[in-house]
């Protein structure tokens, strides 16, 4: 079988939830001989992609003249995407592949397909839903639309995504929609260390609109009032902006509330195993990355009991009510000060994950595709 990878999320991301899962899936179809994985790029900074073998030799001669052009301060991220999308559609024409693989909604390819079939991933209907959120919601979701219609099959990424898929746009066939779920690439850290307080609550990735970060914050204050030795980290998603920084100031809460870096997963799994818990306050996601990877790593979870989480951690996860401060505080609570409850959960979180490899997810988008091709 030869996969033709669509570059796209690769232009866009340098690091990020879908980069990461494609990166994952075709490094693992490219272990077997019989596939061949071609991702037409000159260049891409996704931090994924770099360090996976898919990342050829004459790619990495391409950042050396990439890397000039931004040591000018030349801006390189449309030309990136020009040059990157001129070689796919090449590639295209070329028609010597089985399978379109379409990592994101762009459909500048569509023109160019000449019968040939492709493979959507749906990551989540957040656009559809939470517009307001987003300045390009109505493009995204008007391209998301005209893809779903045209391809051969699509992926979901939980039952939720595609529940919400059909519930929005019922002309969709239910049966050319495949679910499959993602795997976990964080490893739990063993006799290494890393410089944090002892008794921390965290938050992973950006802090903005839908994943509640300010509901967080707020709903928290009265525990780190009682408790001046609890603070909570903010692993990366940024330094805080000057209206973060403003309600941490409103809130008294510069001292008990950090962002902190990290320069790759082995630190953030280390900021997982350190943890109390993990919460996870989000309005709404198709699946949720880092529910897995807290539990890999021995690290409770607080989340909300809506969109996919409680079909994701399942029965390893403390749920609250979605906008209830006081729901949310109580299970931080049970899980910061009662030892047993941690233990049980941190023990339900190691069994729950094991369930979701990417091998496994590899093998079902590997069907996926060879059913795509008719």
Wanted: aromatic share 12%.
């Amino acid at each position: 079988m030869k996969i033709l990878a669509d570059p796209q999320i690769f232009n866009a991301q340098v690091y990020g939830g879908i980069s990461r899962h494609y990166t994952e899936v075709f490094s693992e179809l490219d272990k077997n001989t019989e596939i061949e994985i071609n991702i037409p790029v000159y260049v891409s900074k996704n931090e994924y992609l770099k360090v996976s073998r898919l990342y050829k030799e004459q790619h990495k001669r391409y950042d050396v003249l990439f890397g000039l052009f931004s040591k000018l301060g030349i801006s390189t991220r449309k030309m990136v995407k020009k040059w990157n999308n001129k070689k796919t559609i090449k590639a295209l024409q070329k028609k010597d592949y089985d399978v379109f693989a379409v990592t994101y909604y762009d459909a500048y390819f569509l023109e160019h397909l000449q019968g040939k079939p492709f493979v959507l991933t749906v990551y989540d209907m957040i656009h559809e839903l939470f517009p307001q959120y987003f300045n390009d919601a109505a493009e995204i979701a008007a391209n998301k639309l005209t893809l779903m219609k045209r391809a051969a099959r699509i992926i979901a990424i939980s039952h939720n995504t595609k529940n919400d898929i059909l519930k929005i746009y019922p002309e969709i066939e239910e049966d050319k929609i495949e679910v499959i779920y993602h795997g976990n690439s964080i490893l739990p850290q063993v006799n290494k260390s890393i410089d944090v307080p002892e008794n921390y609550i965290l938050f992973v990735g950006v802090r903005d609109n839908y994943k509640n970060f300010e509901f967080l914050v707020r709903s928290v204050k009265e525990l780190f009032e009682a408790d001046a030795s609890l603070k909570l980290i903010c692993a990366g998603g940024g330094s805080f902006k000057k209206n973060e920084l403003a309600l941490l100031e409103e809130l008294n809460l510069t001292n008990s509330v950090m962002q902190k870096r990290f320069e790759d997963d082995s630190e953030l799994a280390l900021l997982y195993k350190n943890a109390k818990c993990f919460v996870f306050p989000s309005e709404y996601e198709g699946f949720g990355i880092p529910v897995l990877e807290a539990m890999a790593c021995g690290c409770p979870i607080v989340l909300t009991k809506n969109s996919s989480f409680p079909e994701v951690a399942a029965e390893a996860g403390i749920f609250f009510e979605l906008g209830n401060q006081a729901d949310l505080r109580e299970k931080i609570s049970l899980v910061v000060y009662n030892k047993d409850v941690r233990d049980q959960y941190i023990e339900k979180g190691l069994r729950h994950v094991e369930r979701f490899t990417w091998q496994d997810t590899a093998i079902k988008t590997y069907e996926v595709y060879r059913a795509a091709m008719g």
